[in-house]
T-cell receptor, first 114, second 112 residues
Framework: NAGVTQTPKFRVLKTGQSMTLLCAQDMNHEYMYWYRQDPGMGLRLIHY???????AKGEVPDGYNVSRLKKQNFLLGLESAAPSQTSVYFC?????????????FGPGTRLLVL | EDQVTQSPEALRLQEGESSSLNCSYTVSGLRGLFWYRQDPGKGPEFLFT???AGEEKEKERLKATLTKKESFLHITAPKPEDSATYLCAVGVRGSTLGRLYFGRGTQLTVWP
């Protein structure tokens, strides 16, 4: 099992460009999450999904959109990138029933917006 | 407002020097407390889940404990390979199932 994978690993964008980050999991998890991690700020939830076809806003959703067309994939989109979106982005998944709320994380995507 | 606070922000230990990391939480109801380890340039890796005050879990040199207000991650005789950032997170009763709230982490450095 690969667990949670993220594509790409690193990307440089110019202000105003768009891009999509891909997250895939092979653990048959229902729930998936996108976080950003900035120095001194910890992990902050951007958007999450509780199942195929569903999405919901987290703590810091502005400037991002998401889609969950397939259970195993969760896409994070930046329509018009801004320097403030320079960060490391982590995807996670979980199967939060029967006291199993543990989230499993991918390796991250480093994004630099110039 | 629910909050998770970790202390200290950074900790430097000599190899073999035992210590503890703290995670205090102020939530309306705890559904679970989670500890993760994060190495530089990698995603967080799950270590432990604790559910009830008094519960303890161990893994190699690490031992996690839980009270009604805080959790401790005890590191016994640490080695340089234990150097990492340790993250604490909580699940909160009444919030969306599966959603976790993270602290900012403690960066641990163990030198030989």
């Amino acid at each position: 099992n690969a667990g949670v994978t993220q594509t790409p690993k690193f990307r440089v964008l110019k202000t105003g460009q768009s891009m999509t980050l891909l997250c895939a999991q092979d653990m048959n998890h229902e729930y998936m999450y996108w976080y950003r991690q900035d120095p001194g700020m910890g992990l902050r939830l951007i958007h999450y999904s509780v199942g195929e076809g569903t999405t919901a806003k987290g703590e810091v959703p502005d400037g991002y959109n998401v889609s969950r067309l397939k259970k195993q994939n969760f896409l994070l989109g930046l329509e018009s990138a801004a320097p403030s979106q320079t960060s490391v982005y982590f995807c996670a998944s979980s199967y939060p029933w029967q006291r199993q709320e543990t989230q499993y994380f991918g390796p991250g995507t480093r994004l630099l917006v110039l | 407002e629910d909050q998770v606070t970790q202390s200290p922000e950074a900790l430097r230990l000599q190899e073999g020097e035992s210590s503890s990391l703290n995670c205090s939480y102020t939530v309306s109801g705890l559904r679970g407390l989670f500890w993760y380890r994060q190495d530089p340039g990698k995603g967080p890796e799950f270590l432990f889940t604790l559910y009830s005050a008094g519960e303890e879990k161990e893994k190699e040199r690490l031992k996690a404990t839980l009270t009604k207000k805080e959790s401790f991650l005890h590191i016994t005789a640490p080695k340089p390979e234990d150097s990492a950032t340790y993250l604490c997170a909580v699940g909160v009763r009444g919030s969306t199932l599966g959603r976790l709230y993270f602290g900012r982490g403690t960066q641990l450095t163990v030198w030989p």
